[in-house]
C-alpha cells in the first residue's frame, strides 16, 4: 500500500483586521495591459475579513443541524448502487442478447457513476466521518477505479483543495499535461493536447491515478525511488482488482453460464430426435460434448457470452470515465474561472481562502436527478467552500453562497452543462496553439 500521508485540505486562520483606511496590496498583477483584475483586489481586508465569518458560519449551522436525515441519505445511497450492480450482473449474465447487454450496461454505468462520484470521491472527503461510522469514513473507504485511496486523497483533498487554482501549486490545473491557462507557457508538445484531451476523456481514471505519482516530483529527485515502487505497486493492485474483476471474472461467469445453458438445449434436442434408445440412460454432458457439432454450439455460445460481458463492462467503464471528466472539467477549466499567482496569495487570510476557492470553481446548472448522477459536484463552488460537508447540502446552501456574492459584488460562476463542457473544450483547442489571452470574467452576480 501507498505510505503516502493523507493530509486534509489547509484553510488559513484570520488574520488582524488592518488599519482603518488603509489601501489592500493589489492581489492581481498590472505589468501586462491584458490581465483581467481578480475581484480579490476590489475587496477592502476588513471585508474579506467579515466574508470568512459569514461562510464559517454558513458551515457551522450546517454541521449543527447534521443528523438521521443525512446518514439516512447516504446509506441509502450506498444501498442504491449494490442494488444496481446486483441488477447490472444479473441481466449481463444474459448479455448475448442485446436487450438485456443494453440494460445491464446501462445500469452498471450507472452503478459505476454513483459509486464514484456521490460515494467514493464524497466519502473520502470526510464529508461522512461526522458520523463515526467506521464503514463510512474517509480512512477506510476505497473505491472500484484505478486511483488508490492514500494517494487520491493527498493528491486531491490536500494539494488541490488546499491550493486551488495556484500556478505552480495546483497540480490538478491542466493535470500537468495540458495548457489550459493563458499564463501556462507554451511549449509544442501542447499541440496534440486536443487528441490525447479525447484519451483522457476515455480513461479518466488511469489518467487521474498516474497523475497521483506527480511526475515533476520524480524528475526533480523530491520522491525517492523506494516511495515510487510503493505508489506504482498499490496502482498495480486496483488494476489487477479491474481487470479480474470486470474482464475475466464476470466474462468467465457468464461464458459458463451460456455453456450450460446450450448443454442442456442440446440433451433436449438430443432426446426429442431419439438418438436415446428405449430403456438406455439419458444422455450424458459428455456424450453431448463427444458430439462435434453440440460442442461447437456450445463452445460459440460461452465465447459469445465471455466478449459480449466483457465489452458491456469496458463500455460501463468508459461512461464512468467520461462523466467523471466532463463534471470535473466543468466545474474547474471554464473561461470563466480565474487562476492565481503564488505572490498574490502569500499572506491570505480566511476570507481570501474563501473567495480563491469561489473564483476558482464553476457551477453546472441541472435538475435533482442531473445533481444527483454529478455526485452534486455540479455545485463545485460549494463544494470547494466547503469540501467537508455532506455533498447532500450542497443544494439548500447554494442560495446563501450566492446572497454573499451579491453583497460583496463577487461572480456566482454556474451555466447550462452544454454551454459549460463547450467552454472547456474551447479553451483546450485555442491554448493548444502559442499565445492567447485571458477571456472576458463574469461579473458580481445579480439575482434573477
Known sequence: MSTIHAEKPFIPPNSPPSPAGSVPPPHMPTADADELESPLARLTP??????????DAIHDEVFADLGDRD?????????????????????????????????????????????????????????????????INSQSWDWDTASPADAWRHSHNYEHHTFTNIRGKDRDLGYE????????KWHPVYLLQPFYNLLLMG???????????????IH????????????????????????????????????ALAGAVQVAKSRRAMSRAGTRPRGTDPVTESQVRATSPAARGIGAAAGR?????LTADFTANIV???WAYSIIFCGHFPDQTYTFSQSEVAEETRGGWYVRQLLGSANIEGGPLFHFIAGNLSFQVEHHLYPDMPSSRYAEIAPRVRDVCHRYGLPYNTGPFSKQLGNVQ????RLAFPGGKARRKPGPYRPS
Open 46 to 55: 476588513e471585508q474579506l475579513e467579515q466574508l470568512g465569518r459569514e461562510f
Open 71 to 135: 446518514s439516512r441519505y447516504i446509506r441509502s445511497t450506498i444501498k442504491l448502487h449494490r442494488q444496481l450492480v446486483l441488477a447490472a450482473r444479473a441481466m449481463l449474465l444474459g448479455s448475448r442478447y442485446k436487450p438485456l447487454w443494453f440494460a445491464g450496461t446501462a445500469s452498471l454505468s450507472i452503478a459505476k457513476i454513483l459509486e464514484n462520484m456521490e460515494i467514493g470521491h464524497n466519502v473520502m472527503h470526510g464529508q461522512w466521518d461526522w458520523m463515526n461510522d467506521p464503514d
Open 177 to 184: 499535461i495540458m495548457r489550459i491557462d493563458p499564463h501556462q
Open 203 to 217: 480513461f479518466f481514471e488511469w489518467g487521474v491515478a498516474f497523475h497521483d505519482l506527480n511526475f515533476d516530483a
Open 220 to 255: 526533480a529527485g523530491e520522491k525517492s525511488k523506494e516511495q515510487l515502487v510503493e505508489e506504482l505497486k498499490a496502482i498495480g493492485l486496483k488494476a489487477r482488482r479491474q481487470v479480474v474483476k470486470d474482464y475475466v471474472a464476470f466474462p468467465l461467469l457468464a461464458a
Open 305 to 309: 457470452a465471455y466478449k459480449s460481458t
Open 320 to 322: 464512468r470515465n467520461i
Open 426 to 429: 474551447r479553451t483546450i483547442l
